[in-house]
């Protein structure tokens, strides 16, 4: 129902493609995915801070995560993007 990408890039934890299919949107499906990326990333890297380019609309729910703001917004592909570092 959710699927995302856990990987190194630039020498750090990184996740990417987040995404929840739309009948299953609103029911705790991406929030118990993130649970999981962090679980894994800290399984697999312990200690190592994630950082991830969050499209503008989620920063908020990565916020609610630990992650913090760096720096200013950026287009990728189109679409407004947040660099996010784990606290």
């Known amino acids: 129902m959710a699927y ?8 750090h934890p990184h996740f990417g493609r987040v995404a929840t299919a739309l009948a299953a949107r ?3 499906y991406g929030g118990e995915l993130i649970r999981q990326i962090l679980a894994k990333s800290e399984a697999l890297w312990p200690g190592e801070k994630i950082e991830i380019e969050a499209q503008h609309q989620v920063v908020g729910l990565y916020e609610k ?5 760096v720096g200013d917004t950026f287009v990728l592909e189109g679409i407004v993007h947040q660099k996010m570092v784990q606290k």
């Open 26 to 28: 609103g029911k705790g």
């Open 4 to 11: 995302a990408r856990l990987f190194k890039e630039k020498g």
């Open 65 to 69: 995560f630990g992650f913090e703001s």
